[in-house]
Antibody, heavy 123, light 108 residues
Framework: EVQLVESGGGLVQPGGSLRLSCAAS????????MSWVRQAPGKGLEWVSA????????YYADSVKGRFTISRDNSKNTLYLQMSSLRAEDTAVYYC????????????????WGKGTTVTVSS | EIVMTQSPATLSVSPGERATLSCRAS??????LAWYQQKPGQAPRLLIY???ARATGIPARFSGSGSGTEFTLTISSLQSEDFAVYYC??????????FGGGTKVEIK
């Protein structure tokens, strides 16, 4: 079964840091680009960041550029999102998602999603 | 950045009726468009990609159409499990990917 499981969320103060992880199973992880997508409470979906299968190409939304870093460890089948200089507006459920097609540099469509991990930025 | 606008914000439909959801892009995205379904407390689920291709396991009552700037998701006969929020998402001139604001399909 193809599965994504996020972890690492929690309560953090403004200006703090947090690292999210996403453990993948059931597919050849290194063949697929991956994304992080977030959803603020009661709001819609916002794409945050993406990474190619090799990890050689990374992409960010303007709202997180310079503060968040996406990475992956294909030997551990794990995706990461390092978040720093966190703001109240970063409060959201963070989903990791798998690109639909193999060998994409950027995940056009996302066919498998984790259940999400909640990040709350508050003093 | 391409802006995706969905309408209506809320659609009230009786079970068994047809639902038609719209998504408009601020500039052409060709057929690079997806639709997702999200139920409360759950992750989104991919329904349609490439504007009209059904994802694996998606029932035939879900269909997508359109190209350029105007797109439609049609649910031919609403089932109880179809009441949810639906989002469109473009894949063009990336990054970024952007989603529409969503359409909530509720029971009439």
């Amino acid at each position: 079964e193809v599965q994504l499981v996020e972890s690492g969320g929690g309560l953090v103060q403004p200006g703090g840091s947090l690292r999210l992880s996403c453990a993948a199973s059931g597919f050849t992880f290194s063949n697929y680009a991956m994304s992080w997508v977030r959803q603020a409470p009661g709001k819609g979906l916002e794409w945050v960041s993406a990474i190619s299968g090799s990890g050689g190409s990374t992409y960010y939304a303007d709202s997180v550029k310079g503060r968040f870093t996406i990475s992956r460890d294909n030997s551990k089948n794990t995706l990461y999102l390092q978040m720093s200089s966190l703001r109240a507006e970063d409060t959201a459920v963070y989903y990791c998602a798998k690109g639909l097609m193999e060998w994409e540099v950027f995940p056009a469509y996302m066919d498998v999603w984790g259940k999400g991990t909640t990040v709350t930025v508050s003093s | 950045e391409i802006v995706m606008t969905q309408s209506p914000a809320t659609l009230s439909v009786s079970p068994g009726e047809r639902a038609t959801l719209s998504c408009r892009a601020s500039q052409s995205v060709s057929n690079n468009l997806a639709w997702y379904q999200q139920k409360p407390g759950q992750a989104p689920r991919l329904l349609i990609y490439g504007a009209s291709a059904r994802a694996t396991g998606i029932p035939a009552r879900f269909s997508g159409s359109g190209s350029g700037t105007e797109f439609t998701l049609t649910i031919s006969s609403l089932q109880s499990e179809d009441f949810a929020v639906y989002y469109c998402q473009h894949y063009n001139n990336w990054p970024p990917l952007t989603f529409g604001g969503g359409t909530k399909v509720e029971i009439k």
